[in-house]
């Protein structure tokens, strides 16, 4: 199983970026995905979730209004859209697959993903 994420870089504060994630491996339709981050001294954070049938999303409140997430099950690719970003949003986004049996289902607990991506960095700077 590989997840593999691109898209991050340098951005202005307000500016956007759209993260991507590759997965290949593993029946991705079957498994809800979450986009998580970890700033430098802190610990990992959920950011976003999307169920197996993208019915269902979910995001942690700061970014809420702001952040996109979304998914196309025929390119295997999970996204996250950012926008208005915030000097607080940098960090190293990860993306993430949970194995889920509710097509509807998503959930933000980092313990309940089976599968990583290795990372890809977001800098919000001037």
């Known amino acids: 199983v590989q997840l593999v994420e691109s898209g991050g870089g340098l951005v202005q504060p307000g500016g956007s970026l759209r993260l991507s994630c590759a997965a290949s491996g593993l029946a991705f339709s079957s498994y809800a995905m979450g986009w998580f981050r970890q700033a430098p001294g802190k610990e990992r954070e959920f950011v976003a979730a999307?169920?197996?049938?993208?019915?269902?999303?979910g995001y942690t409140d700061s970014v809420k209004g702001r952040f996109t997430i979304s998914r196309d099950n025929a390119k295997n690719t999970v996204y996250l859209q950012m926008n208005s970003l915030k000097p607080e949003d940098t960090a190293v986004y990860y993306c993430a697959a949970s194995y889920s049996s509710g097509r509807d289902y998503y959930t933000g607990a980092p313990r309940q993903y089976e599968y990583w991506g290795q990372g890809t960095q977001v800098t919000v700077s001037s």
């Open positions: 999307i169920s197996r049938s993208a019915i269902k999303t």
